[in-house]
């Protein structure tokens, strides 16, 4: 079993608390306020959950130097109160920043729930030979 920190727990919390903010932020009309302090507490929990240098190494490897630019500059964005703007940097940002996980993401989450037609459209999306399970 996973043993988790009191660091990360406070993480996980700061990380909910910004992902609330940003989508409360997005439902009023892109609320410049709600969404910089979103982005804060999101930047926050993340570098709480999985640590300052590591969070610095995310960020500024050289293949995903180009996604980090964008994210941050999006985040610079509404900091400076471009809502609209930013959220779209900051969206294109996070496209090119985790584009190799969303993959396994939607791997993972089609082996949680069965359903046979969307995973043969997956299996045939990847290339792989097709079944249903």
């Known amino acids: 079993m996973v043993s988790i920190t009191e660091t990360q727990k406070i993480g996980v919390g700061l990380t909910g608390f910004g992902l609330f903010f ?5 439902l009023l009309y892109f609320d410049s306020v709600l969404l910089a302090f ?6 926050t929990g ?5 640590g300052l240098r590591r969070s610095a190494g995310f960020f ?6 180009r ?3 964008f994210f941050l500059g999006g985040v610079a964005l509404v900091l400076f109160r471009w809502p609209i703007i930013g959220m ?3 969206s ?5 920043l985790f584009r190799t996980f969303f993959p396994v ?3 993972f989450i089609l082996s949680l729930v069965n359903i046979p037609y969307l995973n043969v459209l997956y299996n045939s999306f990847l290339g792989s030979s097709p079944s249903i399970v």
């Not at 979103?38 to 930047?43: C, K, R, T």
Request: aromatic share 16%; net charge positive.
């Open 22 to 26: 940003l989508l409360f932020g997005v």
């Open 88 to 90: 779209a940097v900051e």
């Open 46 to 50: 993340l570098t709480f959950i999985i």
């Open 38 to 43: 979103g982005n804060v507490l999101f930047l």
């Open 67 to 69: 996604g980090s630019t």
């Open 105 to 107: 993401a939607c791997g």
């Open 60 to 65: 500024f490897q050289r293949q995903k130097l």
């Open 92 to 96: 294109y940002g996070f496209v090119l």
